[in-house]
């Protein structure tokens, strides 16, 4: 009913920069919180950076200052701008959304993940 779409992974050198995006689409009443989650391998899924409606931000100790959380209300959609990146930073990246359907049942959804591999 409601799906959240992402784009952007890839492969980057230490140093280098990514984009990622994630568009919330169908049958959408109210965006809430919005949120990137990674997973390392072996390592257990840890929250990166958090954004409210109202625009309030929150990062991992670990990525504040080399990455920025964004969203467009208009597009459904929210950003992560990942500068300054290192090999630590190379995890499958998961985009979540505190959402409301039409019918007004809040749900917490998840995107399908994006691999960030950061290799010299």
């Known amino acids: 009913q409601v799906q959240l779409v992402e784009s952007g992974g890839g492969l980057v050198h230490p140093g280098g920069s990514l984009r990622l995006s994630c568009a919330a689409s169908g049958n959408i009443f109210r965006i809430y919180d919005m949120a990137w989650y990674r997973q390392a391998p072996g390592k257990q899924r840890e929250l990166v950076a958090r954004?409210?409606?109202?625009?309030?931000?929150n990062y991992a100790d670990s990525v504040k200052g080399r990455f920025t959380i964004s969203r467009d209300n208009a597009k459904n959609t929210i950003y992560l701008q990942m500068n300054s990146l290192e090999p630590e930073d190379t995890a499958v990246y998961y985009c979540?959304?505190?959402?409301?359907?039409?019918?007004?049942?809040?749900?917490?959804?998840w995107g399908q993940g994006t691999q960030i591999t950061v290799s010299s």
């Open positions: 954004i409210t409606k109202d625009g309030s931000t």
């Open positions: 979540y959304g505190d959402i409301s359907d039409l019918g007004s049942h809040e749900y917490d959804y």
